[in-house]
């Protein structure tokens, strides 16, 4: 989702496993508060994660949920299981003039966190031209707010979550019958810039690793082809690999997203592990998220959780359309990863 602080009205549901809280679905984003705190359809100003806070007095009593070594960056945390993405606070009357949904950052000040890119991440970045291409890209919104937009007993999958970082490779085709290899991350792509080809980048190394570009190439000669995978090893979960390679996830033909029962052989042999297949029951689903992974076929750690989405893929309902894929978190490694949250607001 794009990062924006912004005005928006409250959607209140229950929350699924505590009585005396409420989820708040807020365009995409969820937040949990006390129980009755919120009414349905109240205007309320949502500042998200990865949010920089200045030093003043309006968020001072948000200091002691707040990350980082200065706690003034904004992170999302779990609450009885549920994520919470962000801070909530009240609408003022200066931006009543705002449409809802505008960036407002600006006027309060708030800026977004840029984490320090790893130099094996790092690289040349180009603006090539791609003609009239369009180069998409890929989120993979909460479970928790979005579980209505699946209809009752749709048949899904369930693909295990890899922990890496999103690896974004097109082939775009040129009139003169010579092809663009364009490789990108996940914050790159969603400006449209992409990373010159190296020999020590990353995601180029990934690409290189599973012979990408000339699979793609016999398989949809003269296509304009989009996949996203994740790189992987990065960080803690290193699923016993040692040099950058790419599981896929999603494979675009002409604009056209597939299905992975439309995947050819050769590259449903490069996919994330398929966890689950059958009708969407989200404790079910809960269920195939915990335990450990299954990428390396040894059980190296925990798993991240699974990302679920329909057989045949589709928009989502709502006013804001997007892709249909839904995450559902490993509580193990929600453990790992927010302890320190956890312990904060306990």
Same mark, same amino acid.
């Given at each position: 989702?794009?990062?924006?602080?912004?005005?928006?009205?409250?959607?209140?549901?229950?929350?699924?496993?505590?009585?005396?809280?409420?989820?708040?679905?807020?365009?995409?984003y969820s937040c949990v508060v006390q129980k009755g705190l919120r009414q349905d359809g109240s205007i309320v100003i949502f500042v998200p994660e990865k949010s920089i806070l200045p030093n003043t007095p309006l968020f001072e009593s948000y =200091?002691? &949920? #707040?990350?980082?070594?200065?706690?003034?960056?904004?992170?999302?945390?779990r609450l009885r299981g549920e994520p919470s993405m962000g801070i909530i606070l009240e609408d003022q009357k200066e931006f009543e003039h705002v449409p809802l949904g505008e960036d407002i950052s600006g006027l309060l000040g708030i800026t977004?966190?840029?984490?320090?890119?790893?130099?094996? #991440?790092?690289?040349?970045?180009?603006?090539?031209?791609? /003609? /009239?291409?369009?180069?998409? =890209?890929?989120?993979?919104?909460?479970?928790?707010?979005?579980?209505?937009?699946?209809?009752?007993?749709?048949?899904?999958?369930?693909?295990?979550?890899?922990?890496?970082?999103?690896?974004?490779?097109?082939?775009?085709?040129?009139?003169?019958?010579?092809?663009?290899?364009? $490789?990108?991350?996940?914050?790159?792509?969603?400006?449209? *810039?992409?990373?010159?080809?190296?020999?020590?980048?990353?995601?180029?190394?990934?690409?290189?690793?599973?012979?990408?570009?000339?699979?793609?190439?016999?398989?949809?000669? /003269?296509?304009?082809?989009?996949?996203?995978?994740? #790189?992987? +090893?990065?960080?803690?979960?290193? &699923?016993?690999?040692?040099?950058? %390679?790419?599981?896929?996830?999603? $494979?675009?033909?002409?604009?056209?997203?597939?299905?992975?029962?439309?995947?050819?052989?050769?590259?449903?042999?490069?996919?994330?592990?398929?966890?689950? =297949?059958?009708?969407?029951? &989200? %404790?079910?689903?809960?269920?195939?998220?915990?335990?450990?992974? =299954?990428?390396?076929?040894?059980?190296? %750690?925990?798993?991240?959780?699974? $990302?679920?989405?329909?057989?045949?893929?589709?928009?989502?309902?709502?006013?804001? +359309?997007?892709? *249909? &894929?839904?995450?559902?978190?490993?509580?193990?490694?929600?453990?790992? %990863?927010?302890?320190?949250?956890?312990?904060?607001?306990?």
């Open positions: 989702m794009e990062w924006k602080v912004f005005r928006t009205k409250c959607e209140v549901l229950p929350h699924p496993s505590a009585d005396r809280l409420d989820l708040l679905r807020l365009d995409g =200091r002691p &949920y #707040l990350t980082g070594s200065e706690k003034n960056r904004v992170k999302s945390i977004k966190f840029e984490p320090c890119i790893p130099a094996e #991440l790092a690289g040349q970045v180009i603006n090539p031209m791609i /003609g /009239g291409f369009h180069i998409n =890209r890929h989120d993979c919104e909460i479970a928790g707010v979005n579980l209505d937009e699946f209809e009752e007993d749709e048949e899904v999958f369930a693909f295990e979550k890899i922990h890496g970082s999103q690896c974004s490779f097109s082939i775009v085709p040129g009139q003169d019958g010579q092809d663009q290899i364009l $490789v990108s991350s996940k914050g790159l792509a969603g400006k449209g *810039l992409f990373i010159a080809e190296s020999e020590t980048n990353s995601y180029w190394l990934g690409v290189k690793d599973i012979n990408l570009a000339e699979k793609v190439r016999q398989l949809y000669p /003269g296509k304009f082809v989009q996949v996203f995978g994740e #790189l992987i +090893p990065v960080q803690f979960l290193k &699923y016993g690999k040692v040099k950058p %390679t790419v599981l896929l996830f999603r $494979v675009e033909v002409d604009g056209v997203n597939l299905s992975y029962d439309e995947i050819p052989q050769p590259l449903k042999e490069l996919w994330v592990p398929l966890a689950y =297949r059958g009708p969407f029951n &989200y %404790t079910k689903l809960q269920e195939v998220a915990k335990g450990k992974e =299954r990428v390396s076929g040894k059980q190296l %750690t925990i798993s991240e959780g699974v $990302v679920c989405s329909p057989v045949k893929n589709r928009m989502s309902k709502g006013k804001n +359309p997007f892709p *249909l &894929y839904i995450k559902i978190i490993n509580p193990k490694y929600a453990e790992k %990863t927010e302890k320190e949250d956890l312990e904060a607001i306990s």
